[in-house]
């Protein structure tokens, strides 16, 4: 695992063998073999935990979250979230700094009984002052390519915005 993986947050409830098929489905994007140019097998490329869960045992510690549903239309709930999320994993030793604090990835309901898509939220973080400054729905084929360059600041989610158009989702086609 490195420090640019983006954490994903099992909001939505999924069960570990569901959050399984979505992580096989998110690395199924044709990007990982693009960016190593088949020089590797994908699970090898630094890219395949791009998108990490993170661990159940730490996201059933806070009530505050809990009562979050939904967070897609809501900025206080998003920063509620990304706040509680990037502090659980770096209070953990098994966790502190393996994962970057540039976004995170949320499964909700939407991901769960609609049509699949994630929310991804960018996070702008200034010592221990954590802000959401942006966020979208992405297809999981797509989410590697997106999260590889909120990891590394390269480009952040207005630009997938733009490029996606009117659409709701943003799917490269991967």
């Known amino acids: 695992m490195s420090n640019t993986s983006i954490p994903l947050y099992n909001l939505g409830g999924l069960s570990a063998s569901e959050l ?20 590797v097998e994908p699970e090898q490329s ?8 993170i661990p159940a045992e730490l996201l059933q510690s806070s009530t505050d979250i809990a009562q979050i549903k939904e ?5 206080g709930d998003q920063e509620k ?9 770096e209070s953990d030793e098994r966790t502190k700094g393996k994962y970057a604090n540039g976004g995170l990835v949320v499964v909700d ?7 699949g ?8 973080s200034k010592g221990s002052d954590k802000k959401v400054v942006d966020s979208m729905r992405c297809a999981p084929r797509s989410l590697i390519e997106v999260c590889s ?23 490269a086609g991967q």
């Open 117 to 124: 898509s994630l929310l991804v939220l960018q996070i702008l």
């Open 20 to 39: 399984d098929k979505l992580l096989s489905e998110i690395r199924s994007t044709d990007y990982i073999a693009e960016v190593s140019s088949g020089e």
């Open 71 to 75: 967070v897609e239309g809501s900025a």
């Open 149 to 171: 360059n909120l990891a590394v600041a390269n480009m952040g989610l207005a630009d997938y915005k733009n490029m996606c158009g009117n659409a709701e989702v943003f799917d």
């Open 46 to 53: 630094g890219l395949w935990d791009q998108v990490l869960p």
């Open 81 to 89: 979230l990304a706040e509680h999320a990037l502090s659980v994993l």
């Open 109 to 115: 309901k939407r991901t769960k009984s609609g049509d």
